[in-house]
């Protein structure tokens, strides 16, 4: 897994690092930390060294590898030591090696169109979440490029979580895509419900009065999923038509978690639109699957 | 032993309803019967008489009896008492009723998924098959494991009932329960709710049973229902002539626990 996160020098960003780090713990992902500094008249080499924002990126980096001081990181490039490797049918030396990193840790700043930088990183880089934090106060907007977190949720190609500080995480509410539900996504939703050991949500939507025979079957797969890894999840149906109502509701305290499959129900229920308007509006976390 | 039925179809709630019920024949002696009751669609396929109609309505069973049958084997590996299901042609609530008034039943047990809108659990209690229940019932709106029961009273909830019918149904059952008398409102000066409680105390060990904690609690509805909802139970009794709106069935919808009704 390649987690990419996304931060500038403001305080939302250092709690898209705690979280990165939660979810890097979990899941040993190889992560980038990404900073984008919007002037790009300052980018010339000398000038890159002497931004507040290199410092910025280098104390993410110091908290983030706080959080794997107790349970060993694989991010530690410091692995030296002797090891007594075998040079030929029975002979042995007792070399000293140094091994890099079993995973990543990347730091990289660039310059230019902060949105699309991002964007750009991500599809270079392969990612699989980009992580983010917003200024909720101010309607989920970044500093220097207020609507940032929405561009970069609608443009990514990839599973996208933008973070809250607000409040603990007690929920996290999942809308599946229950006719095509991948691996990926149910382990994505199970690592955030160990990591703020919430409460499981599970939303199917219906069309009309009843759940189509292959949803409720989906369901099905996705309860005895959690099931088998001792996470009980509760299960609530909601029509299409009080979808946004339900969110606006849920998103008062619940992690919302949306899955936006190209063909799912909830990408023809939520418009781009109506997706800005949850981020904007959510006093909790999104996260977006794809 | 107690008999309960359970309606089974090839679905979520079904799956949900007999795992439920099969946590309540772990702990107490339970002789579980499914019912599958298929529409006969008669209006949309007109058919004949005599043979034509007996062989039409057999294959009909038969297919309900597949699907159904592949739900519950695949449940009976963690119960193994679940027996096949009876499956009957016709209104699904009707035959529900008339199995339920003819078989002497103890309990029955029915898979009700919550939906955003509280209009399918308030339907739902005030169909003629909740309407006319001969026996208590539980509502399993989600699969939480049943470890803890909540025993609710509330203004207007006749203790002596809830106590009696609770115990008569899980009789010697080994399940830890606690006894909160509910009051939607903000704190007040203390009425008469801690005397009442105190008598519904006693009456559970009377009867052999001990209420782990007991209390009365004070919010809104919602709030009850957020702070309570690790029970894999709570039981309650409730008027027949339903008020839309009354707090107690506010909490009841809001409640994500099954809940085991009897009506007053």
Same mark, same amino acid.
């Given at each position: 897994m390649r987690i990419l996160c996304a931060v500038d020098e403001n305080s939302y960003s250092e709690y898209a690092i705690r979280e990165t780090a939660r979810l890097a713990i979990n899941t040993w992902a190889n992560v980038t930390i990404l900073a984008v500094h919007h !002037? #790009? *008249? $300052? %980018?010339t080499r000398a000038a890159a060294r002497d931004l507040d924002l290199v410092e910025t990126l280098r104390r993410y980096r110091e908290l983030f590898l706080t959080h794997f001081q107790e349970s060993g990181?694989?991010? !530690? #490039? /410091?692995?030296?030591g002797y090891e007594l490797i %075998? $040079? *030929?049918?029975?002979v042995w030396e007792d070399l000293y090696l140094c091994r890099s990193s079993m995973k990543e840790l990347k730091v990289r700043l660039r310059a230019g169109n902060m949105s699309k930088s991002i964007l750009a990183e991500a599809k270079k880089d392969a990612s699989d979440l980009i992580v983010l934090g917003c200024d909720h106060d101010k309607?989920? #907007?970044? /500093?220097?490029? *207020? *609507?940032l977190p929405k561009k970069v949720v609608n443009g990514a190609n990839c599973s996208a979580l933008v973070v809250t500080a607000r409040k603990k995480i007690k929920e996290i509410l999942c809308c599946l895509d229950q006719e095509s539900v991948s691996q990926e996504t149910l382990e994505m939703v199970n690592q955030m419900v160990t990591i703020h050991k919430a409460r499981l949500k599970i939303v199917g939507l219906s069309k009309g009065k009843e759940l189509k025979p292959d949803v409720d079957k989906s369901m099905q797969f996705i309860l005895d999923y959690y099931l088998a890894r001792e996470i009980t999840p509760s299960i609530s149906i909601v029509d299409t038509s009080e979808l946004e109502s339900f969110l606006a509701q849920e998103s008062e305290q619940a992690l919302i978690a949306l899955v936006m499959g190209k063909k799912s129900l909830l990408s023809k229920t939520l418009s781009k639109k109506k997706v800005d308007k949850l981020v904007e509006a959510s006093r909790s976390s999104v996260l977006i699957l794809r | 032993m107690i008999k309960v039925l359970v309606p089974v179809e090839a679905d979520l709630a079904s799956s949900i309803a007999l795992r439920y019920v099969c946590q309540i024949a772990k702990l107490i002696e339970t002789e579980i019967l499914t019912i599958n009751v298929r529409a006969s669609s008669s209006e949309e396929y007109p058919v004949g008489t005599g043979w034509v109609r007996h062989t039409w309505e057999k294959t009909m069973i038969r297919e309900a009896e597949d699907d159904v049958r592949q739900l519950i084997r695949a449940e009976r590996a963690n119960c193994p008492t679940l027996g096949e299901p009876m499956v009957v042609l016709g209104d699904r609530d009707d035959e529900i009723l008339k199995e339920l008034q003819s078989g002497s039943y103890s309990l029955f047990l029915e898979g009700t998924i919550p939906t955003f809108s509280s209009s399918y659990f308030t339907k739902r209690l005030q169909s003629p098959l909740y309407h006319s229940m001969p026996c208590p019932f539980i509502m399993v709106k989600n699969l939480m494991p049943l470890t803890r029961a909540l025993l609710v009273l509330s203004d207007g909830v006749d203790g002596r009932r809830l106590i009696q019918t609770f115990t008569d149904t899980f009789?010697?059952?080994?399940l830890p329960i606690d006894l909160f008398y509910l009051k939607?409102?903000?704190?007040k000066d203390e009425g008469p709710e801690k005397e009442k409680l105190k008598d519904a105390t006693d009456l559970l060990q009377q009867q052999g049973w001990v209420a782990e904690k007991s209390d009365v609690l004070y919010g809104s509805p919602h709030e009850l229902a957020e702070r309570l909802e690790e029970y894999g139970l709570l039981a309650t009794v409730l008027g027949r002539s339903l008020k839309k709106g009354s707090p107690l069935q506010e909490f009841l919808v809001a409640t994500l626990s099954p809940i085991l009704l009897f009506w007053q």
């Open positions: !002037d #790009t *008249a $300052l %980018m990181s694989p991010y !530690d #490039t /410091k692995r030296c %075998m $040079l *030929a049918n029975g309607g989920c #907007t970044w /500093k220097h490029e *207020a *609507a | 009789k010697k059952a080994v939607f409102q903000e704190k």
